[in-house]
């Protein structure tokens, strides 16, 4: 690692066609295997709907990044190490703020979390947000080569699954770094600023939550049924939306709670709709269900590599 101002001879470093640099993988995980992508930016963000470069939905109203999400909040402990995208120096980070899934004293300035801002000349720069607390390895002023580690994927901001958010700017405006000169149309992007682009499912989970009972298509797409805290009499069932699955995805839906896991069960899609609802679940036990904190996984894989997954939380009070 290197102090002091970027020296020219080293700033040659590889750029894409559109002139960026050319960002290596950024999180320390393997691509359908231990990590996924949620969320890439918003192509349609000033008019309230939602489209990923590719006329999907993968993405939420407005989102200016790329989300690469772990698949698991023990791998926080363990420790996913965050790199530098490219070679650039350390403008900013921000290393206060506790890794917390209700997200307790977030704002909309301190939204990203833990993170550091690269700047890596002509006006681009990249944002790291939801880091660890305590796990920045850099400082202000630093230079960094591609992959250099720059600290942990954690759960700070306002997140509440584990997953890094990294952003691509270009002279104060969002750059979509898998289809960097995205106009109005969508479709195969042009102008990839990835060195090693990955492959764009567009199946992917909506949502996932708990219920009492078996919902209604209308109910989760309201979100009216999703339960914070549960009776313990009553039954618990995960539910999930899909969309744009295909022939032979697999539906992998469990629960946790306090003592171990309560159920699981595996659906293959053999034949799936555009949208497509699904849910599992239990009776109460005798006694009811035992106090505490419950956790809902949705899995959706492809020939064994992971498309999408999503978390559910609910207490039983």
């Known amino acids: 690692m290197q102090t002091g101002p970027i020296i020219l001879a080293l700033a040659l470093a590889a750029t894409s066609a559109a002139g960026a640099p050319l960002f290596q993988w950024p999180v320390d995980c393997s691509l359908g ?22 006329c999907g939905i993968k993405t939420r109203d407005a989102h200016k990044g790329t989300d690469i999400a772990l698949l698991s909040f023990d791998e926080i402990d363990t420790g996913v190490t965050v790199r530098a995208a490219a070679f650039g ?42 880091m660890k607390l305590g796990s920045s390895s850099v400082k202000p002023g630093d230079v960094l080569q591609p992959g250099d580690p720059l600290g942990l994927v954690g759960l700070s901001g306002q997140t509440n699954h584990p997953h890094l958010h990294f952003q691509v700017i270009k002279d104060g405006q969002i750059v979509d770094p898998f289809d960097a000169e995205a106009g109005e149309s969508c ?35 309201s979100g009216a049924v999703r339960l914070d805290g549960a009776n313990p009499d009553n039954p ?19 629960a946790t709670g ?27 036990p005798a006694g ?15 020939d064994g590599e992971v498309i999408a997954h999503r978390f559910a939380h609910v207490t039983v009070e």
């Open 89 to 130: 120096r350390v403008e900013r980070i921000r290393d206060s703020m506790p890794d917390d899934r209700l997200m307790r004293g977030v704002t909309p300035k301190n939204a990203c979390g833990n993170a550091v801002l690269m700047t890596h000349g002509d006006g681009w720069q990249t944002l790291y947000c939801h």
């Open 258 to 284: 306090p003592q171990g896991e309560v159920f699981r069960k595996q659906i293959p899609l053999d034949e799936p709709q555009r949208a497509i609802m699904r849910a599992i679940g239990r009776k109460a």
């Open 187 to 221: 479709g195969d992007p042009t102008a990839t600023l990835w060195a090693d682009p990955s492959e764009y499912h567009r199946a992917g989970l909506l949502t996932a939550g708990f219920a009492d009972g078996v919902p209604s298509m209308q109910s989760v797409r």
């Open 236 to 254: 618990l069932v995960v539910y999930t939306l899909a969309g744009d699955a295909a022939p032979g995805d697999v539906l992998t839906l469990w």
């Open 288 to 302: 009811g269900w035992p106090k505490g904190d419950y956790t809902g996984e949705v899995l959706l894989t492809r």
């Open 33 to 54: 295997e231990t990590c996924y992508i949620e969320d890439y930016v918003d192509h349609d963000p000033d008019k309230g709907e939602i489209r990923d470069f590719a």
